[in-house]
């Protein structure tokens, strides 16, 4: 959910929505945070329980199916699940909903027996229409997930989405720094997804036109954003962002980009010396990305006030500054916790306080599930807490499908996920589960996730 690459997931299955940064790098030199957030004393039967559905994973099953619908949803709220988050931009960009902004989802790829295969949707009922009356027959509150900066993907069969559509546009695509210079994205041939550049106002308007007709949906419960963030580190370093940096700053940059990062510069692998804007470089992302989601609640709740507003962050606030994105509070005094990387106003740009609600990413391996720090479960939601100081509710949860979930012992999965659920509830607000694909796929995993919630409502 760092480029934010996955694993191949159990029987091959993808999952587009969300990735893995497999080593943290913290600075020693500070604490991590500078007080404990003790929460509320909410009971956990109070606490919603959210489940994920991937578009591409469970496209075979949903594309043009309402009665399948009907019935995984059924078995969501048998097993004790309160919220469904159901991905209606996926990762090609185009859209799962009614809109004039983009064009309908017409084909996806999933993993079948026979292997890779082009899914079409053949149906004209509204997708996301359906899963909001049939979570709704059930008591199930609907969410919309939103790859948010994503504008098209590139897979073994082919490439598609507005990106790849529309040569008009290229100036939208992110442009990266490699070793070779600044190049855009969409001159790889590499698999994998394709971003806009954050920055371009003109990308904002049109994603905000987007949220706007989303938001119309006066039955919707909610919307997720997904992928609400750069690229990665080495991305946006287009003309139109220095130009924009060099307004925030006040001044041109002689060196770009040496002055700001060094081509091949890595995650937990800093340049030192530093160059002399690479933390404001960090702190004007973050402020970016901060300013677009003020943006974006501001249109949602203007369309619909009611509507909860939220977003999915990876759990790894340590090393998150590489997609620009700043979750937590802006009380959160980051330069007193990350002084390696982040700036004195890097704080100001926590967006936290924007946020009904916030799905963290708590994706640590099946054998690690319980503890206080950054890769465990329990220990992703607990550090959020503490970042996130109570100004939006906080529901971590595991990726069950990915990395050592793909290839543990069925036994230590199975108690991974009935012991995720009681450690994240009793941590945090809430539980979050990804993806319900990885329920579907093998016997009894429904049954393992509803007794980790009979537990933690039981620990009341």
């Not at 969409?186 to 371009?200: A, D, I």
């Not at 909610?222 to 006040?250: M, P, V």
């Not at 890595?266 to 702190?283: C, M, S, T």
Request: aromatic letters at 12%.
């Amino acid at each position: 959910m760092n480029r934010y690459l996955k694993t191949l997931l159990l029987l091959a299955i993808p999952l587009v929505s969300a990735g893995i940064t497999l080593t943290a790098c913290e600075d020693k030199d500070k604490p991590e945070y500078e007080w404990e957030w003790g929460g509320d004393d909410t009971p956990n039967t109070e606490k919603p329980r959210y489940i994920w559905v991937d578009a591409a994973a469970n496209f075979p099953d949903f594309a043009n199916s309402k009665e399948n619908i009907l019935r995984d949803l059924t078995l969501a709220k048998e097993a004790g699940f309160t919220d469904i988050v159901v991905d209606v931009r996926p990762t090609t960009g185009d859209v799962l909903f009614e809109t004039d902004v983009e064009q309908q989802v017409e084909w996806l790829g999933a993993w079948l027996p026979g292997g890779y295969t082009k899914i079409e949707r053949t149906a004209t009922w509204d997708y996301l229409q359906a899963f909001i009356d049939a979570g709704h027959s059930l008591g199930l509150k609907i969410h919309a997930g939103v790859n948010t900066m994503v504008g098209g993907n590139r897979t073994s069969l082919g490439p598609s989405g507005l990106l790849f559509r529309d040569a008009s546009k290229a100036e939208w695509a992110t442009q990266l720094l490699t070793e070779n210079g600044i190049v855009s994205t969409l001159e790889g041939t590499e698999t994998g997804s394709r971003f806009f550049n954050p920055v371009h106002e003109e990308v904002q308007s049109y994603l905000l036109d987007m949220l706007a007709d989303l938001a119309a949906y006066q039955e919707l419960d909610g919307i997720i954003l997904d992928r609400g963030r750069f690229d990665d580190l080495d991305s946006d370093f287009s003309e139109y962002t220095r130009l924009k940096f060099e307004e925030y700053i006040g001044h041109s940059i002689t060196n770009f980009p040496d002055d700001i990062m060094p081509a091949g510069t890595a995650v937990g692998n800093l340049p030192n010396p530093q160059p002399p804007y690479f933390k404001r470089w960090l702190e004007f992302r973050v402020k970016t990305i901060h300013d677009f989601m003020e943006k974006a609640r501001n249109r949602v709740k203007g369309v619909n006030p009611d509507i909860s507003f939220g977003v999915y962050v990876g759990g790894w606030y340590s090393t998150y500054y590489n997609v620009g994105v700043n979750w937590a509070s802006p009380r959160f005094n980051t330069s007193n916790a990350y002084s390696t990387w982040a700036s004195t106003k890097y704080h100001d740009y926590g967006y936290a306080d924007l946020m009904d609600v916030i799905l963290i990413g708590a994706y640590a391996s099946p054998t690690s599930v319980h503890g206080s720090s950054e890769w465990t479960i329990e220990g992703f939601t607990r550090q959020a807490m503490n970042k996130i100081k109570g100004d939006a509710k906080v529901v971590g949860g595991p990726d069950i499908g990915n990395g050592q979930w793909a290839t543990a012992a069925d036994d230590v999965i199975n108690n991974a996920i009935r012991e995720s659920v009681p450690a994240c509830m009793n941590a945090g607000d809430g539980y979050f589960l990804f993806d319900m694909i990885h329920l579907k796929l093998k016997p009894h995993q429904w049954d393992y996730v509803k007794q980790g919630i009979d537990k933690a409502l039981a620990e009341d």
